[in-house]
Every structure is written in structure tokens, then in C-alpha cells.
């Protein structure tokens, strides 16, 4: 499935949900992540980040697509950075 | 799906936080901004530009089990990382290597992977054959159709490898014949040269057949199959030669309709060449688009016969891996895949 996740944590956890999400997703913007995953590295992804968060305080959000396609993403102004293959 | 990473562009690629960063280095040495490359998405790295890495990262993708293949200035495939084999299997192995040693067992599998390689040919012919038809009366499309067709019937009764090396020679000495066919006046064949190649159009067949194989290589690399033990091409020392037979089939259906496709609708042209010394070199943004419409195609699915479901033509060959392991292990007998449209 394709995802967009969007962040919102306290300062002191920011940093380390910042690595956690580079690892399975593309960074397109401060606190803004989108790329393909299966079912299992979303459970994987989304434990990780509980254990991260303080739930009382932080929150994630998760936009979920069948696929990239059914996506229409339109960018305004400058692109922080593409999710190109080809670098 | 996993994605393959291309690196055209110089830089340093190392390990961060548990996942890849690649920072661009242009000539003066000043850093670009750098870009994370989520590890979990990485099947494996192509890599056309010039790297700078150090071991700690070539342990970490060691790790998480990517492949590294690299290609010199002139596009020549010049090796891979690959790393730790992970599905290991004694059994396997062994009966790999039986195949190979007699004689019979072996040529059952070598004729098999001539006979889809030359299948897969004649239905590319035919295609163009049929969309030629009105447009262009004098064709020697028929004549070379006919040609191969006498050639592959004389597969069965090969008695020996060397031979059937021999018919797969001639098969693709008359396919390659055809191209000046189809491919109208912008580029012309003017004979198959490689190492290196001497014009267009044989820089893109090199350039394309080492994608193909670097791809069958990658899948292979995920199945039990051992890469260096192979039953067309002959097994030799510091080379992958199993990809070699196992890219013949998918050769014709991956870069050939991909080359007639980019030249016929002009995304290619002598512009986007330059003459070297001793060979002919595709320019950087002809190439960048070449591999991104091949990575492209390795993506797109079709519906599958027998499994009933979508397919992409890189899963394609990972079940042509699968169906060989079932051969060699007695399971299903091998019958190569052949383009059905």
C-alpha cells in the first residue's frame, strides 16, 4: 500500500521518530514521509513509533492508498526533495 | 515491492541511523544536499557514477541482504557485492551440480532455455511482422521468421552443447538481421559488435542485455539457485554465469521491444551518441532515460496464466528461478517461459 505520514511529536522525540521513518519511507518535508509498504513493515513501523511516542501527548497520522496511482500529488512551490529512484 | 536504486551521479553512500544516505559530491568536491534512502525499500543498487563508500556500509547491506552491481564509464557491467548467500540449501546444490556434470540432464535444461530464447524472438518478429504488413511491401521479416523457425525445430535433435550454442548463434545472427527491418533508417545494425560497441544501436543492445542480466542475476540471488553453475552457457571462473542462460530468455521481451519501442517513437536519437575512441557511448540523459523506461517495464504486470493473478516481469523471473529449482529437484519437469502475446 502506499502511505503519507504526517508527525507531530514533543522535541525530545522528533529526532528519533525522524530515524525510524527514514528507514522505511521517503522524506519529502519536515515531518512528512511517503513511499510503498506491505502490511508487515506498517505493523513493524507502527510498533516502533508507539514505543517512540507518548501517546498522551504526540501524534502520528497515517493517509492509506492502494496504490500510487489512485494518488494525485501535486507540489506548489519548491520540491524539499523527490522520491525519484535515479539519483 | 522492494525498488532498485539507481546512482548516476557521484557521491558517498553511507550508513546512517540504520539506513542509506547518499550525498552528492559534484567535481569540486562541494556536498549537495543529502538524500535518505529508506533501507527498507531497496531491493538493490545499480551503480553508474562514481562511488565512495566504506566497509561499515558494505556490512550493512550485507545485512539486510542488497545487491551492489556496479558499471564502468564505458556502461560495461564490471561485477557485483553481493552478499551472504541467505537461503542455503545442501540439497539443492547438489542436484544443481548433477544436472550439470551428465550430460543428458543437461541438455534437457540448455535445450529447453534455447527454445523460450527463440520463442520469445519469434513472437517479437511476428509482431512487427503483422504492423509492417501494410506499411513497408518488401520485408524480409517473413523470410527470417521462417529461417528461425527451421532452426529451433533442429533443437530437440542437438546432440551435443557446443552445437546448440552453435544454432543459438545463428538464431540471433538472423534475429539481429532483422532490426534494420523494423527499426526504419534512423539507426542502422551494421553487424552485432560488442566490447565495445562499435555504433548506436549496439551500445543500447549491450547496455540493455547487461541490465537483463544484472536483473536475472538479482533474482536469482533470491532463490536457493547456485548463480555460478549453469547448463547453456558454460561455467567459468568470477562470473555469474546461471543469469547468462536465464537472461537469454528474457532478452528479447525486456531490451529488444524496449530498443524498438524507444527508437520507433523517437525517445532516442543519433543525437543522444557520442564516438568514442574504439566505440560508441550512450550520452548521460539518453541514458538515465533508457534505464528508467527499463526499470519501468521490469514493473509493469500481466495477468498470469497459471497463477491467476497479476504479475511484473521482474516476479516473471524470479518464477523462472522457481520452475527450474522444481525441475531440478524432480518435482515439475522445466518448460521456459514463452510470451503468450
Not at chain 2, 252 to 260: A, N
Not at chain 2, 325 to 334: N, P, R, S, T, W
Amino acid at each position: 500500500m502506499y502511505v503519507i505520514l504526517v508527525y507531530d511529536m514533543g522535541q525530545k522525540r522528533v529526532g528519533k521518530m525522524l530515524k525510524l521513518c527514514r528507514r522505511y519511507l521517503n522524506w519529502i518535508q519536515n515531518s512528512v514521509f511517503e513511499g510503498e509498504l506491505t502490511e508487515v513493515q506498517l505493523k513493524e513501523l507502527l510498533y516502533e513509533a508507539r514505543r517512540i511516542m507518548n501517546e498522551e501527548e504526540d501524534s502520528l497520522i497515517l493517509f492509506k492508498n492502494r496504490d500510487q496511482k489512485w494518488l494525485d500529488k501535486q507540489i506548489v512551490g519548491v520540491e524539499r526533495q523527490s522520491t525519484d529512484d535515479f539519483l | 515491492m522492494k525498488q532498485t536504486k539507481y546512482l548516476m551521479n557521484p557521491g558517498r553512500l553511507s550508513r546512517q541511523d540504520n539506513t542509506l544516505k547518499f550525498t552528492p559530491v559534484d567535481e569540486e568536491g562541494n556536498e549537495g544536499q543529502p538524500r535518505f534512502l529508506p533501507v527498507e525499500q531497496v531491493s538493490d543498487l545499480y551503480i553508474f557514477g562514481s562511488l565512495d563508500a566504506n566497509s561499515a556500509l558494505y556490512n550493512f547491506l550485507g545485512k539486510e541482504g542488497i545487491a551492489v552491481h556496479f558499471f564502468d564509464y564505458y556502461e560495461h557491467y564490471t561485477g557485483s557485492f553481493m552478499p551472504r548467500e541467505y537461503l542455503l540449501a545442501g540439497k539443492m546444490q547438489v542436484e544443481q551440480t548433477k544436472h550439470y556434470v551428465s550430460t543428458k540432464k543437461r541438455m534437457v535444461i540448455a535445450q529447453a532455455f534455447v527454445e523460450g530464447a527463440a520463442c520469445n524472438i519469434l513472437r517479437v518478429l511476428k509482431y512487427y511482422d503483422n504492423r509492417s504488413a501494410d506499411r513497408r511491401k518488401a520485408n524480409c521479416l517473413p523470410e527470417s521468421i521462417a529461417t528461425i523457425e527451421q532452426l529451433l525445430a533442429s533443437v530437440p535433435t542437438a546432440p551435443d552443447v557446443p552445437t546448440l550454442m552453435g544454432i543459438e548463434g545463428n538464431i540471433r545472427q538472423t534475429y539481429y538481421s532483422c532490426f534494420d527491418a523494423i527499426l526504419g533508417e534512423t539507426f542502422c545494425m551494421d553487424g552485432r559488435s560488442k566490447r565495445p560497441p562499435q555504433n548506436e544501436l549496439n551500445a543500447m543492445i549491450s547496455l540493455g542485455n547487461m541490465l537483463c542480466y544484472t536483473a536475472c542475476l538479482s533474482m536469482i540471488y533470491h532463490t536457493q539457485l547456485n548463480p555460478t553453475i549453469s547448463f547453456l552457457h558454460e561455467p567459468g571462473a568470477r562470473r555469474y554465469s546461471l543469469a547468462l542462460d536465464m537472461a537469454e530468455i528474457f532478452k528479447p521481451i525486456l531490451v529488444d521491444r524496449l530498443i524498438f519501442r524507444m527508437v520507433n517513437k523517437r525517445q532516442l536519437q543519433p543525437s543522444d551518441f557520442r564516438m568514442e575512441v574504439g566505440g560508441c557511448l550512450m550520452k548521460e540523459g539518453a541514458r538515465k532515460r533508457f534505464l528508467q523506461e527499463f526499470d519501468a517495464s521490469l514493473k509493469e504486470t500481466i495477468k498470469h496464466r497459471s497463477l491467476g493473478r497479476s504479475v511484473s516481469y521482474k516476479h516473471l523471473i524470479k518464477l523462472e528461478c522457481y520452475k527450474l529449482q522444481k525441475h531440478l529437484l524432480g518435482i515439475d519437469a522445466y518448460k521456459p517461459f514463452k510470451a503468450w502475446w
